[in-house]
């Protein structure tokens, strides 16, 4: 293999959907207990961007929660595999990251909350699943590969790289490139600025209110999930969906529209064996939003922006 193609193999790692189920159910259900304590903590953010994590050199971090008069936050480090709890005060607990059922995993950060003076009741159960065990019952999700996490983490290095260039190009309200624990997913929005009809809902275990305020405005939103595919995919979506926007043409050519799931779909396998991963990705980010906001009849002149604007005054 040239030293180039062994570069973009070790950039862009392959990990086979099949290869890590069970992990990743134990995975999700994991990231769903930290994240309910940021829930549980944080002040409401609008379309739930208070409960997010995001991705870090190491891993995903809560970032910083507020906790009385100072604040805390919980790292996933995937390169250590270790849960990290840290507060303000200099307190610190280590959860070691292994094969544990659900429900010795919440009993652990819990306990740690606790022992640091971070008090915390969550909501027992996950969201978004089609089963949902009580954390403190779940002793069936106890798988933990480090390998496949440490790949993992790495699919969401490149994903998040990708995302927050595409980012760059919108001056417009837009989210930061944030972890969604319910589905699994890294994602990305942006909005019009408009009101959007009430979502209906329809989340297994979860509340439709709970979609109500996630999509209250027009949005275009992108992301990656690791369940689809078989290497799991990127997507894009409009809510609401403006006529036409499946007929769109959109590339790279591996892209399709997927009527089952409402959205545009790119095989992560697609990105990672093309010539120029970064390229196709921003490809298939750029098409899709232009087919959303040109479909929409988004204000683009007004929400767009060039990234490189003062690059000439930076030299």
Known sequence: MAPAEFAKEAAWPRLLVD????TRETLHMWVQIVGKVRLACAPLVNHWWQVTLYVTPRG???????????LFDIEFDFTQHTLVVRTSEGGRRDVALRSMPVMDFHARLMSGLFELGVPVEIQNHPNETEVAIDFTD????????????????QQLVQAH???????SYFAGKVSPVHFFW??????CTRFSGRRAPAHPGGAPHCGDWVMVEGYSHELSSCGFWPGGGEEGAFYSY???EPEGFS???VVPEAASYSREHGQFLLPYEAVRQSADPDATLAAFLHSTYDAAADGGR????????DPRRWASRQR
Do not use: C
Not at 60 to 70: A, V
């Open 161 to 167: 790289r990708g995302m927050t260039a595409f980012r």
């Open 138 to 153: 779940d002793f069936v999700h106890r798988t933990y590969d480090p390998h496949a996490v440490h790949l993992f983490w």
């Open 247 to 249: 007929l769109a043409p």
């Open 298 to 305: 988004w204000d683009r002149s007004t929400l767009e922006t």
């Open 238 to 240: 409009a809510y609401p």
């Open 19 to 22: 290869e890590w189920t069970e």
């Open 182 to 187: 319910g589905a699994m997913d890294l994602a």
């Open 60 to 70: 995903l971090t809560t970032s910083g929660i507020p906790y009385g008069s100072g």
